[in-house]
């Protein structure tokens, strides 16, 4: 077995990156929506059995992560223009369409380049895990909200002939401990976050709100994107691509349009 983040696979199949969680895309809230009572967890079984002949358990399920720790000021669109950003995944592709320069670091290597300011900026993870990586002891800007990265989610893999091995009861067991992670990391991520939260704004850092047309143009950016890689996979023969970024935009609208009741 194998327990995964999905957008290290991104250059191999962009599929990957939508399982990642898209930038300016789905909350939490319909995130999870999708993935467990609409078609996205039906789309990422069939997808990975399909072209990895591996059986997927959805698992690990994150809050939204810090936009940037950044030592430049960030507030609009053209502060972007010749950063250099570490970031991977599907952000990578969109930050260049937005002017920036992003550079894909190994995790062990970020402190390090941040620091030398190699890079400009770093996002990462959560409030909570990059304070204990300590970025904010090295940039003075602290960027949110995190359009780039709203929500995530992880994967446990194994070979479809090890899964179909096991019992249905013991196969029921494992998806529901998968959804009983997903739920406890969220909810044990998020009041991590908020400790975090209260001592990263007790600091010294700068914090930077960015504006709305940001977020905005990160969606159109990202629809853009996803339409671009349907493209270019269904050339080849792979649909994969195509149905799942449909399926995810469309829920998305839907969400959107008639979700306006709900408390954001």
């Not at 809050?63 to 430049?72: A, G, M, N």
């Not at 991520?189 to 400790?195: I, R, V």
Request: aromatic share 10%; hydrophobic share 40%; glycine share 8%.
């Amino acid at each position: 077995m194998c327990y995964c983040f999905t957008a290290f696979a991104a250059n191999a199949d962009p599929v990957n990156a939508v399982f990642a969680g898209l930038a300016g895309g789905m909350s939490s809230e319909a995130w999870f929506h999708w993935l467990y009572h609409g078609e996205g967890g039906d789309l990422w079984r069939g997808f990975r059995r399909e072209t990895s002949e591996m059986h997927p358990i959805i698992t690990g399920i994150g809050p939204t992560e810090v936009f940037l720790h950044s030592h430049r000021k960030i507030t609009g669109l053209a502060d972007l223009e010749g950063m250099k950003i570490r970031t991977t995944g599907a952000w990578a592709d969109i930050l260049k369409k937005l002017g920036a320069s992003p550079t894909v670091l190994a995790p062990a290597d970020i402190y390090t380049a941040l620091e030398r300011k190699v890079i400009d900026a770093t996002e990462f993870i959560t409030p909570a895990t990059n304070l204990k990586l300590g970025y904010h002891k090295i940039a003075r800007y602290i960027v949110f909200p995190g359009v780039h990265q709203p929500t995530h989610a992880n994967e446990v893999v194994l070979r479809i002939e090890d899964w179909n091995k096991l019992s249905e009861k013991t196969r029921s067991r494992m998806v529901d401990a998968g959804k009983l992670a997903a739920m406890d990391s969220f909810l044990g991520l998020g009041m991590q976050d908020l400790a975090a939260m209260k001592t990263l704004r007790a600091g010294r850092n700068e914090w930077i709100e960015i504006d709305p047309s940001i977020k905005a143009r990160v969606t159109e950016l990202a629809r853009a994107w996803t339409a671009e890689q349907s493209a270019k996979q269904s050339a080849k023969g792979n649909g994969w691509m195509k149905k799942v970024s449909a399926s995810y935009w469309s829920f998305f609208d839907n969400w959107t349009e008639n979700g306006i009741y709900r408390v954001n």
